[in-house]
């Protein structure tokens, strides 16, 4: 799973369900299950909505050293992301039903500051996709339940960095890369009782080919006019960035004694994350590989029935790491994480309820090396303080 727009490089896909991101392949009881599972949908007796808002705060402190020098330097970093979504679902009969959703947003990046002694290789770079997911549903019997849906994404890439420009200051480098993929994704429910029930969710990799002009500015006459004249600048990038494939496995229980509890398991095929087929104009980049490995996720999560209208909720997610620590540069610094997660729905007439959940997440220290780097050779370092808080507010009618 890949969390957008983490401060300094760590990343996860966007679901929301329950406190730290559970409850999601199985439970299928508001219209979020669109996305999560879209083979959820046939539980729906009747039209229903499901609105979210999620506000993450981020904080980092990388610590790094640069060769030949013996103190270290700090580069402090925070912000907040927000992420809104709204799930729909439509009875059509007793055995279809159609949905329209958000899809997951997802995506990876680091950013850090203008001075830092690396800003020639990168200041900031990311690569997002957001999109929407029209699903059907069909139920077979009052057991099994299939869901398919499209994945119709926007792929965004942006990077900036400085530019040498000696004796001149700093001249600046800002590309912004954009296009559309297409994906699918299957869902299957199987209900082995009223309460226990068991979902699955395959979804294809996508891919996009994003393209974009880049800026080039507050370069010295002297260094500019030669690449203008020689068609260096100004040329349109293409690229093809890759989405990978996952499969999410997921079981919930009601114990009938106020407790119920889900467990779910993500395979993220990490391993083909990519951005390829690099061309600036009519020239093709070779660029170096990097060793990214698949990806595991785990969560656990429980309620607690307080009272008919009230429930507490819990949960529990560990993210593997998508890159060995000593393949890790200063463009992939993305770390194992854990997140833990409490919040409270409350039941209100007509079918309709409110949850609110809070969730810590600790995104790992990121140790790095790179080297190569122009000016000063190589730096290493490693994130003091990475961390997240996200503050969820949930809707269902």
């Known amino acids: 799973m890949i969390l957008l727009g983490l401060s300094v490089g760590v990343s996860s896909k966007v679901m929301a369900a329950g406190p730290a991101f559970t409850g999601l392949a199985a439970k299928a009881d508001t219209a979020e299950t669109v996305y999560l599972n879209p083979a959820g949908m046939s539980r729906m ?58 899809n997951a947003a997802s995506g990876l990046g680091t950013t850090y500051n203008d001075t830092w002694p690396g800003r020639y290789l990168v200041k900031e770079w990311s690569q997002f996709t957001v999109g929407i997911v029209p699903s059907l549903s069909y139920r ?17 890439f942006t990077l900036e960095k400085a530019l040498l420009d000696t004796p001149e200051p700093d001249g600046h480098f800002e590309l912004e890369a954009d296009g559309f993929g297409i994906g699918g994704n299957l869902g299957l429910l199987y209900e082995l009782s009223s309460r226990t029930r068991f979902g699955i969710v395959y979804r294809s990799d996508v891919e996009a080919d994003n393209e974009g002009t880049p800026e080039v500015t507050n370069l010295s006459p002297a260094t500019k006019n030669p690449l203008a004249a020689s068609g260096a600048l100004y040329q349109e990038i293409s690229m093809d960035t890759i989405t990978p494939q996952s499969i999410l496995v997921g079981v919930f229980h009601d114990f009938n004694n106020r407790w ?86 409350h039941a209100l007439r007509n079918n309709r309820s409110l949850a609110v959940d809070i969730s810590y997440f600790q995104f790992g220290d990121g140790e790095f090396s790179v080297s190569n780097v122009p000016v000063v050779n190589s730096i290493s370092g490693e994130y003091d303080t990475n961390y997240g808080i996200l503050l969820g507010v949930s809707y269902s009618w």
């Open 260 to 345: 119920t509890m889900s467990m779910d398991v993500l395979w993220l095929d990490f391993s083909e994350w990519d951005i390829d087929n690099i061309t600036i104009g009519s020239t093709t980049i070779t660029k170096d590989s990097t060793a990214y490995q698949d990806i595991w996720g785990f969560s656990a999560g429980t309620t607690y029935a307080l009272h008919p209208d009230w429930q507490l909720r819990s949960g529990f997610l560990y993210i593997s790491s998508g890159i060995e620590d000593e393949d890790r540069t200063a463009f992939s610094r993305f770390d194992a994480f854990w997140a833990i997660g409490a919040g409270v729905e």
């Open 45 to 102: 007796k009747e039209t229903t909505w499901h609105g979210n808002v999620q506000v993450m705060y981020t904080e980092s402190s990388t610590e790094f050293t640069v060769q030949g020098q013996s103190s270290k330097q700090v580069i402090k970093d925070d912000g907040f992301i927000f992420l809104p979504g709204i799930y729909y679902v439509k009875p059509l009969n007793d055995s279809w039903a159609f949905g329209i959703g958000p």
């Open 140 to 156: 077979f019997n009052n057991k099994l339940s299939i869901g398919l849906s499209l994945s119709l994404n926007y792929s965004n």
